[in-house]
């Protein structure tokens, strides 16, 4: 939490930052889907964290989750990368607080981190999904702070 905005945000592929991510997790039961191609986008270093933190979620609290998703739609306005588990899902009335400090059944601290890492560089997440049949996060990346196949 402390390094948040210490280094400079740097171009990132996302296909490759999820799977650093899901490395440090057992995630051996659940299957994923990265319908990403080679999207890259301009992101604080800690964006593997807020992977991280998003599948150490599914883990956690997902019930019955087996499967995770990865896939972006353009905008006009930008790019919205898609996060979706096949999971318990996340009631209605909770929608709205999950993202607040202190919200949780840990420390509170994971999905307001992530909302906190992601403004950084002007991106927002919200949480579309439908109770009982998982969770679907929706991250919104502005023009310009994503790309595609660029060479290293």
Known sequence: FQDMGMQPPRWQNVSQT??????????????????????EVYADPLLEK???????????????????GLWYQEKPDGLILFIEDNGIGIPQEEKHIIFDRGYG??????LFLV???LSITGMSIRETGTAGKGTRFEIQIP???YRFGQPA
């Open 18 to 39: 999820f799977l650093f991510a899901i490395s440090h997790l057992d995630f051996l039961k659940i299957t994923h889907r990265l319908d990403l191609g080679d999207l």
């Open 105 to 110: 059944k840990d420390t509170g601290l994971g």
């Open 143 to 145: 023009k310009g702070a």
């Open 115 to 117: 909302r906190e890492i």
């Open 50 to 68: 807020v992977l991280f933190n998003l599948m150490e979620n599914v883990l956690r609290h997902g019930s019955g989750a087996t499967a995770v």
